[in-house]
């Protein structure tokens, strides 16, 4: 059954470095997501991604967040100068359009220390 | 703007019974999805069941059914025959149908199931 994949499942990195967490999504998907989950809290979404460009974001998406699709098959979001606070569960999800359900990858744990 | 409210934290039930997990929402669309979606500890959320609102039938899905009431904006998950495997966070969500809208999440309910 085909899958989201994210790599890594667990990445932790020194405050003001730069991350780059990568997703692929279900080949034939052509809607792309990145929520967060700070522990113990709700799912929450970051952005969403159609046709190489960004479709919406939420205030949490600001200047230090990028999303990009180098390639064609991977999906990226990059966290330019972390900060403690963005410690969360990242998931990457993709879809096939707005008429069917989005499905999640595994997620990518951030510590930033 | 659209919320999700579960407002329920944490639930028990003895394993072999059946729990229901409270969901409301609010939005002014007519046009829209719900879903189920469950989270173990591995913290991978797996969708359990989701239900299209024009759809007056409730969804099923082996031992997990829903009761969707669109008028009271409630849409409650029921799961039969509890198994241990079932512990999870459990969070509602909402879709509106829409071309590439983001899934709201509730807060989630956490549920344990007693041996």
């Known amino acids: 059954e085909p899958e989201v994949t994210q790599t890594p499942s667990h990445q932790v990195t020194q405050m003001g470095q730069e991350v780059i967490l990568r997703c692929v999504p279900i080949?034939?998907?052509?809607?792309f997501y990145w929520y967060r989950q700070i522990l113990g809290q709700k799912v929450e979404f970051l952005v969403s991604f159609y046709n190489n460009e960004i479709s919406e974001k939420s205030e949490i998406f600001d200047d230090q967040f990028s999303v990009e699709r180098p390639d064609g098959s991977n999906f990226t979001l990059k966290i330019r100068s972390t900060k403690l606070e963005d410690s969360a569960m990242y998931f990457c999800?993709?879809?096939?359009?707005?008429?069917?359900?989005?499905?999640f990858g595994q997620g990518t744990r951030l510590t930033v220390v | 703007a659209q919320t999700v409210t579960q407002s329920q934290p944490e639930m028990s039930v003895q394993e072999a019974e059946t729990v229901t997990l409270s969901c409301t929402y609010d939005t002014s669309e007519s046009d829209y999805y719900l879903f189920w979606y469950k989270q173990p500890p591995s913290r991978q959320m797996i969708l359990v069941i989701r239900q299209e609102a024009y759809k007056q039938q409730n969804a099923t899905e082996n031992r997990f059914s829903v009761n969707f009431q669109k008028a009271a904006k409630s849409f409650s998950l029921k799961i039969s025959d509890s198994q241990l495997g079932d512990a999870a966070m459990y969070f509602c969500?909402?879709?509106?149908?829409?071309?590439?809208?983001?899934?709201?999440f509730g807060k989630g309910t956490r549920l344990h199931i007693l041996p």
């Open positions: 969500a909402y879709r509106r149908q829409d071309r590439d809208d983001k899934i709201i």
């Open positions: 080949s034939n998907h052509l809607y």
């Open positions: 999800a993709s879809s096939l359009g707005g008429y069917t359900e989005a499905f």
